[in-house]
């Protein structure tokens, strides 16, 4: 609005308007806009060697204090902060077919050093945006710019468009996709803060690094203690009665809530990333992110067959489980509440 405003004035009041928005020159999505809307009202072109002149000159200028961060606060700098948050979608800063409307011109009017250094300015921006704005800025910005390198016969990896699919590929995958959860390697939990007789042996059973399940036969108010000294604790244990025995016993079992979140939201995100390599063109990709071992470990664990990654995140059967194993440990007649960790046949 403000920038069709802006080509307005420039249209009556001649080179006013032009110092309005040089004065605004650090709001890019402003002169994103204006530069767009004054290549499609004016028809910049060869022959109107003064509004080239002007396009340019504020093109060069944008490039120098180029950023796509939102203005507004908070800018969702990493996916650890944004899941804290659950932040909503939101509009970006510009829309990706302005960018490439930009990109266009400037290869239209034979701009090459501007049209470089527009591309590699995008590019390194791209390692500061918010991350919620790859799948609704700069993803949809690469595939229009695919379609258009197609359409004159480039590749859209090579030459000028390299580095500015790396770098975005790049940003994206570590900054939005991530590393993939590791392997649950020991199952040790923080103790309860209670020195009591039973408490000592419930702290033995959570501070070990491999036993998932302890049974503690006690009478009930003594169960009612610990229950109410697991819930207060971060254990992140389920514990539950089976009341065939007497006293009845209490069934403490080791779960693994964070863990599990971790890898389901890894999972939806690389399923996200695996819709956009593929729109993208997986095979280019993979050989434009060989030399980035970070991005490159990232790329080759998205699944492509839609592997469970809950699964692999939960520690080996061999590393999990005391005795003879959780499913076991659990007697027969316990009503089981919650969820039921499976811990075998994860590979
Ligand atoms: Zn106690």
Not at 84 to 113: D, G, I
Not at 188 to 217: G, K, Y
Not at 244 to 257: A, E, H, L, Q
């Amino acid at each position: 609005m403000l920038a069709r405003l802006a080509l307005k004035l420039l249209l009556t009041l001649g080179h006013s308007a032009v110092d309005l928005v040089k004065s605004n020159i650090e709001i890019t999505p402003f002169v994103i806009g204006f530069l767009r809307s004054f290549q499609h009202e004016l028809r910049v072109s060869a022959t109107h060697a003064d509004q080239i002149k002007i396009f340019v000159d504020l093109l060069r200028q944008m490039c120098c204090v180029f950023r796509l961060q939102p203005a507004s606060k908070p800018a969702y700098q990493s996916i650890t902060i944004f899941q804290k948050e659950s932040a909503a979608p939101r509009r970006p800063p510009v829309e990706a077919q302005c960018l490439n409307t930009l990109v266009v011109a400037c290869m239209e009017l034979n701009l090459t050093e501007e049209t470089n250094n527009l591309v590699e300015t995008i590019g390194r921006e791209a390692r500061l945006i918010d991350v919620r704005d790859y799948a609704t800025m700069l993803l949809p910005f690469l595939q229009n710019l695919k379609s258009t390198a197609e359409d004159r016969s480039l590749s859209h990896t090579d030459g000028m468009f390299r580095n500015l699919y790396g770098s975005v590929m790049s940003a994206y995958l570590c900054r939005y996709v991530g590393k993939k959860p590791g392997r649950v390697t020991s199952l040790s939990r923080p103790p309860v803060h209670c020195s009591c007789m039973d408490c000592s042996r419930l702290n033995t059973f959570l501070r070990h690094s491999t036993h998932q399940v302890e049974r503690i036969a006690v009478a009930k108010a003594r169960r009612h203690h610990l229950h109410k000294m697991i819930d207060s604790s971060r254990s992140d244990c389920f514990h539950e009665t089976d009341r065939s025995t007497n006293p009845n016993t209490m069934v403490i079992t080791k779960r693994f809530t964070a863990e599990m979140k971790a890898a389901n939201e890894w999972e939806k995100r690389a399923k996200e990333a695996r819709d956009w390599i593929a729109k993208l063109g997986r095979a280019e990709l993979d050989q434009l992110l060989l030399d980035d071992p970070e991005t490159c470990a990232i790329f080759q664990v998205i699944p492509w067959s839609g592997k469970n990654a809950m699964k692999q995140a939960l520690p080996r059967p061999a590393q999990g489980v005391s005795g003879a194993g959780a499913a076991e440990a659990i007697p027969r007649g316990v009503k089981r509440k919650l969820e039921i960790i499976d811990l075998t046949g994860d590979s």
